[in-house]
Structure formats: C-alpha cells, structure tokens
C-alpha cells in the first residue's frame, strides 16, 4: 500500500534502501518536532509515523550500515496544556516510548529559538553521539516514509555543508478526519 504522495518508482528504491551498505558519516539521528498548538490527532500520528519508520537505536538489528534513531524530541513552545501530559502517550510500545522525550518552554519562544533550544539540549544531554549525530528538524503535521533518514544521511555525507530535508507527506484535514494529502489536490 501506498502512501498516495511519493511515485510508484520512489516507494520502490526507498523500500530497497536496506539492501545497499552505504558508507554513511552519520549513525544517529535525533528528529525533533516543534508544535505550539497541537492538534492531538496529528502530533500522535506524527511522532508514531517516526518510530514506525525508522531503524530504532537499541532495537535494530540489521545486517548493513544504517542511521538509527537516538529520540523523537517533541519541543511544545508553551502551548494551552502540555503535550508530555496527554494520556495517548501511555499506550506507546515501551520499547519506542523511552525514545520520545518532551521538552516544553515556559514561554513562547517560536519556531526557530524552540528548536535551537532542542539542538542545545541535545549538545548537553548526549555528549558522547551528539557531534556526530544527524538532527532532523520537523514541524507538525506530516508523516514520514519508511527509510526517510537514509537519504539524508547519504546527501549530508556526500555534501557536508547541504541544507537537506526529508520528503515527508503533507497531511490534509478532510471530512473523515487527517488524511496523506494526493499529490493532484496539492496546488503550488
């Protein structure tokens, strides 16, 4: 099944990734996912869609060099209620939830200070794997693609001064709730 956004071609070469031994610099990755009025719905379906589609950094146990993910940092820049709190996170896999850390400001700081403070944190807190791990920044909503960091880590790799980004879904709000947006209903 599709994601109905990435060509039949794309879906394709991202689902053999694993089958190639890249030589990749980076080894770890942190996502961090900045929101500051969360849709509950969406912000789960994101942070899930992160942990579903990557090699998770105590848990792989693959044969090829891949890039694993160290933690889903949700930065909440001060929102009505806090996102740590809400009781959705209980049913996470233990497994995958000690990977989701939450970080809240105690003020509204915007986009770019929240996740220049995630960065900070993650400097501080991971010494060790921090300065040489790849940090994917994200906004909220979108769903990521299996073998979405692999790309990235092989571009920053070839070309360590490239600004790169994930291709992630954009996700749309129709009658039945959040869907993947179709690539024809988006109009640039």
């Avoid at 992160?50 to 160290?70: F, P, R, W």
């Avoid at 794997?129 to 571009?155: E, G, K």
Wanted: charge should be negative; hydrophobic fraction near 45%; proline fraction near 5%.
């Amino acid at each position: 099944a599709g994601s109905g956004f990435l060509s039949t071609q794309c879906e394709s070469w991202l689902s053999n990734l694993d089958d190639f031994p890249l030589g990749l610099q980076f080894h770890t990755a942190f996502a961090v996912i900045y929101t500051r009025s969360p849709d509950r719905d969406l912000l789960l379906q994101s942070v899930n869609s992160i942990l579903d589609n990557s090699h998770i950094a105590d848990t792989y146990s693959g044969k090829h060099s891949t890039v694993l993910l160290e933690k889903v940092l949700v930065i909440d820049d001060f929102s009505s209620s806090s996102v740590s709190s809400w009781p959705e996170w209980q049913s996470l896999d233990p497994a995958l939830a000690k990977h989701v850390e939450f970080l809240r400001s105690v003020e509204r700081k915007g986009a770019v200070r929240s996740k220049n403070d995630a960065v900070k944190y993650i400097r501080a807190k991971f010494p060790a794997i921090a300065a040489t791990a790849m940090v994917v920044l994200l906004d909220q909503p979108m769903v990521v693609t299996p073998h979405w960091l692999t790309p990235l880590a092989n571009t920053l790799t070839k070309y360590p001064k490239a600004l790169v980004y994930p291709a992630v879904d954009v996700l749309a709000k129709s009658d039945s709730g959040w869907e993947v947006a179709k690539s024809d209903d988006m109009v640039a």
